[in-house]
């Protein structure tokens, strides 16, 4: 992310969404991503429980993505 915050955002690429893992990332991460990225932020592997889940959307997530059925629905 430091590289990002030096030289900025490119141009040249203009993603509809960035998804970023592991999604059980400190908060100020997400934070800090939705700052830099100005477009929606996903979070994506390793979130187990529905706790993270919740953090990550509280935090500035816009989706999860998880392989941990018992948390599609939630």
Do not use: H
């Not at 915050?5 to 141009?11: L, M, T, V």
């Not at 939705?34 to 979130?47: A, Q």
Request: hydrophobic share 40%.
């Amino acid at each position: 992310m430091d590289s990002f915050e030096k030289n900025g955002r490119s141009e040249s690429v203009q993603p509809d969404i960035v998804e970023v893992l592991p999604g059980t990332l400190l908060p100020e991460v997400i934070q800090r991503l939705n700052r830099l990225c100005r477009v929606p932020v996903m979070v994506s592997g390793l979130i187990t429980a529905k706790s993270e889940v919740y953090n990550a959307l509280k935090n500035g997530a816009v989706s999860i993505s998880t392989t941990n059925q018992a948390l599609w629905f939630i």
